[in-house]
């Protein structure tokens, strides 16, 4: 009986352990393989150049353009899922009827549940074609389309860990809030949302941090042409898009081109890092307040 | 006419019967203590004044309570309205997480009032009514959280105060406060009742019998007995009050 | 029908993945494994070999054939590695792809199956271009272009001082070498600050839905898109080939006038798969369907007696072989 306890417990080492040493794996090969690129780049051009064209006759490895493609279809996907998640918070918390909610939330758990490839083709063939009705000067890739969908994609995220945090709010401060005269909508907006706002916030990060890593729906919807730009009407290339064009193209392995990717992945890697991390500490302190 | 008739009221939570064909007469200007062991329903009572009852999804009421004559569960009453003119302090001070600035003045803002001046005059008038601007006159910008727990609940006195209304409604305000904290309270309610029409839920005997000018006991959802303070303490005339008073249950 | 009208959003990083064609040989109960073809390569001949590969299936149920698309630079370097037997290209071998294939002992013999035209092509609304000459495209396209010529009255003061988006093939692609070759005048030179796919789709897709677009990909995508594209004539600037500028028709592309923009599509052979029988049948069939099939999916066939000379060529190289 004791050797089996012992068997189950080193089987369960074992499980933790491959976790880390993949990640320790990967973090390992994105330094070295980025390593190689860093030493026929230097950082300062890579971080200053405002061209990203690695596999072409004038070659530049300025990654401020995917960058700039990442955070703009990032932030079009912040500007959707934030309002629309917090209304979706508010309405579950404050109004909602215990039988809507449960009706509801797991719907909304569908949304985080669809293929991303199936957003992308959704954004490419339904939403594009409606935005350039809206706005007939519109590139048929564009960071408006691509984001807006993968804000939808994201709306979960938000609405759930914001309704967490909506939740998490002394109902006293609502009862102070009816007992001075005050509508269901004043006492949400006046008093929940902002007594929730670092609980927002976390949401918020982390759903940063997901629609930076996003790789399908930007791949299919956003173009695949870096470009320094803040105009969500024009195709734009992400991190990822890029990545996953070198990554499945002709390239050959060992050649500058192809350490590129390594480059751009360490950056999308370090980026989503710091986010995750700015996120948790977020989550910790905020639960020291409520607690 | 009274402030106040409550008249054959019943209330209750599903088919839970919580309190039972109550009626009372309360005059302005006085206040009134509602006493009675835990669970006899003195909170529910003093909840149906502000309406705060409404939320709780399986609260039926029957009955009718007037407010100088005005039924406040007429359908043409709009609840907001009413809960501008009764005021509620509740049990642990619930100040919100703003400014102590923003907190006296949130009522009024609510009620679309932007004038710096008037609403200065108000922070400032509502905080000596609430014995509180000597202490935080320097700091009406920090957060209302960094003052301590007697601070906090005389803060949200004020902040009920500042919207003016006729009758408060105050349910167990000292019972989370140190001693000091607690007499400054009752000082306060003394002063007030020039002004308001206050009911207090207590379960402190000698807190009802400084403050009060009426009391009322509570029990299993019954009102067994109101009458002027002194009167109900020194010779009650059910022994159920007798019971209570003297310590022997609740 | 072309092969763009069926699948019209497979978007450009798919493109490693081969596209099987699963033909099964399950019910004839014949070995499998001897009767696998497996083609890869160039995506603008890929439609003709897939309609080919079709075609022959029905016929042939216990035939395998696999078609990859890894561009034409991708296939020859699988094709001189031995991992396929016939591969796609929409330029003509390089020195240095051959002599891959030298090192691994392959001899290949070269097929041409059709006439690809390269169109230039901007969306329908566009009002401006009328047409361009070459040196109005190498402008647009050649490396010194880069972050400078961004905008269209940069090409003609008369057009609008509006962004101009560009999408082409990507680098992978023989399309792309034969359009920087033909227009820029260097194989592989052209700026980098454009769509660039592989995946034809993708530029149809792109120019199709952007007003500001300006594209250039095989002719076969175009006649499967015609309706929400606008092909633009090019002037070559060559007054011995015809004056002014010509637009791409199965004529214009058949006799040489619309230059230099018009190639013969090509289908590599290598010596070790010409030995096999199942690959001269499917070769000759190949070659008796081109004409029509060529057409069906927006490519231009040869001339009759050119057919059967690839025929006589093919068969003079695997008598070679043996």
């Not at chain 2, 406060?177 to 207090?200: C, M, N, R, V």
């Not at chain 3, 392959?106 to 009328?130: C, E, M, Q, R």
């Not at chain 3, 001082?161 to 260097?186: M, N, P």
Request: glycine share 8%.
């Amino acid at each position: 009986m004791k050797q089996r306890e012992r068997l189950i417990e080193a089987l369960l080492a074992l499980s933790a352990g491959i976790s880390v040493l993949t990640t320790g794996g990967i973090i390992v090969m994105l330094a070295v393989e980025a390593a190689h690129f860093f030493r026929q780049v230097p950082l300062g051009t890579f971080l200053t150049d405002t061209q990203w064209t690695p596999l072409f006759a004038d070659k530049h490895f300025g990654i401020l353009p995917l960058v700039a493609g990442t955070l703009l279809t990032t932030g079009v996907a912040i500007a959707v899922a934030l309002p629309l998640g917090l209304i979706i918070a508010i309405y579950l918390n404050e109004y909602a009827t215990v039988g809507f909610r449960n009706v509801i939330k797991p719907l909304l758990e569908v949304l985080a549940a669809v293929p991303t490839v199936v957003y992308g083709f959704f954004a490419l063939t339904v939403v594009t074609p409606f935005l350039q009705r809206l706005i007939p000067s519109m590139a048929g890739f564009n960071a408006l389309s691509a984001g807006s969908v993968m804000g939808i994609m994201i709306l979960p995220l938000v609405s759930s860990l914001s309704e967490d945090a909506l939740t998490a709010v002394p109902r006293a401060l609502r009862e102070a809030s009816y007992a001075l005269g005050a509508t269901r909508l004043q006492t949400a907006m006046r008093v929940v949302v902002p007594a929730a706002s670092s609980g927002i916030t976390v949401s918020v990060i982390l759903a940063i941090s997901r629609a930076v890593g996003e790789t399908m729906i930007v791949a299919i919807a956003a173009g695949q042409e870096p470009r320094l730009t803040a105009n969500p009407l024009v195709p734009v290339e992400t991190i990822t898009t890029y990545i996953v064009q070198v990554s499945s193209g002709d390239v050959a392995y060992g050649t500058l081109e192809y350490d590129t990717i390594f480059a751009a992945g360490i950056t999308l890697f370090i980026l989503t890092l710091v986010l995750n991390n700015v996120g948790y500490w977020f989550r910790q302190k905020f639960r020291e307040q409520y607690e | 006419m009274p402030e106040l008739e409550v008249k054959h009221v019943n209330v209750y939570y599903g088919t839970n019967h919580v309190l039972q064909d109550i009626s009372m007469t309360i005059e302005a200007h006085t206040v009134t203590a509602l006493i009675g062991p835990s669970g006899c329903g003195k909170s529910t009572f003093l909840r149906l004044f502000n309406r705060m009852n409404d939320f709780i999804s399986d609260f039926r009421y029957e009955g009718s309570i007037l407010i100088q004559g005005q039924d406040i569960y007429a359908p043409q009453q709009a609840v907001e309205e009413l809960r501008k003119r009764v005021g509620m302090v509740f049990q642990r001070p619930n100040p919100f997480p703003k400014s102590i600035y923003d907190n006296v003045t949130y009522g009024l803002v609510l009620q679309g009032v932007r004038s710096k001046a008037v609403l200065d005059e108000v922070v400032e008038k509502s905080l000596r009514q609430a014995a509180l601007w000597e202490e935080v006159k320097n700091d009406l910008r920090k957060s209302a959280l960094a003052l301590s727990g007697g601070q906090q609940q005389r803060l949200c006195i004020a902040r009920v105060l500042a919207v003016e209304p006729h009758i408060l409604l105050m349910d167990e305000p000292a019972s989370a406060l140190d001693p000091i904290s607690t007499a400054k309270i009752e000082e306060l309610i003394y002063d007030l009742k020039q002004q308001y029409t206050i009911l207090i839920v207590t379960h402190n005997m000698q807190q009802a019998g400084r403050v009060s000018d009426k009391t009322a006991f509570f029990n299993y959802g019954h009102l067994i007995e109101y009458d002027d303070t002194g009167r109900l303490f020194t010779q009650p005339s059910h022994e159920q009050t007798q019971n209570y008073i003297t310590g022997r249950f609740g | 029908m072309g092969y763009a009208a069926t699948h019209p959003l497979r978007s450009g990083f798919l493109k490693g993945t081969p596209l099987l064609l699963a033909l099964l040989a399950a019910a004839c109960g014949e070995k499998s494994t001897s009767q696998k073809i497996s083609i890869d390569g160039s995506s603008t001949v890929f439609p003709i070999t897939e309609a080919v590969v079709e075609e022959y299936a029905r016929q042939h149920p216990a035939a395998r054939i696999t078609v990859g698309i890894s561009g034409t630079g991708g296939g020859f370097q699988k094709f001189c590695r031995r991992e396929i037997d016939l591969t796609n290209a929409s330029r003509p071998i390089t020195d240095r792809e051959g002599q891959d294939c030298q090192r691994q002992d392959i001899d290949y013999l070269p097929l041409t199956v059709a006439f690809d035209g390269l169109v230039v092509v901007v969306h329908p609304s566009n009002t401006w271009v009328k047409s361009l000459k070459v040196s109005e495209l190498k402008k647009m396209w050649e490396p010194a272009a880069q972050h400078r010529i961004l905008r269209w009255n940069q090409i003609r003061p008369e057009w609008p001082a509006a962004e101009i988006h560009l999408f082409g093939a990507g680098t992978a692609s023989g399309t792309y070498d034969y359009f920087t070759q033909a227009i820029v005048g260097q194989r592989h030179a052209s700026r980098g600050d454009y769509t660039a796919s592989e995946d034809d789709n993708v530029l149809v897709q792109g120019v199709s839905t952007d007003p500001l677009a300006l594209g250039f990909f095989g002719f076969a995508y175009y006649e499967a898109n015609h309706a929400a594209l606008r092909l633009v004539p090019i002037d070559d600037e060559q007054p011995g080939n015809g004056t002014g500028p010509v637009t791409p028709t199965v004529e214009t592309v058949k006799n040489n006038t619309y230059a230099p923009l018009s190639r013969p599509l090509l289908l590599y052979v290598s010596s070790v798969a010409a030995r096999r029988p199942e690959v001269q049948t499917f070769l000759h069939f190949y070659l008796v369907q081109a004409p029509h099939l060529a057409r069906e999916v927006g490519y231009i066939p040869l001339p009759a007696t050119e057919y059967r000379r690839q025929q006589t060529r093919f068969d003079e190289f695997v008598a070679q072989q043996r």
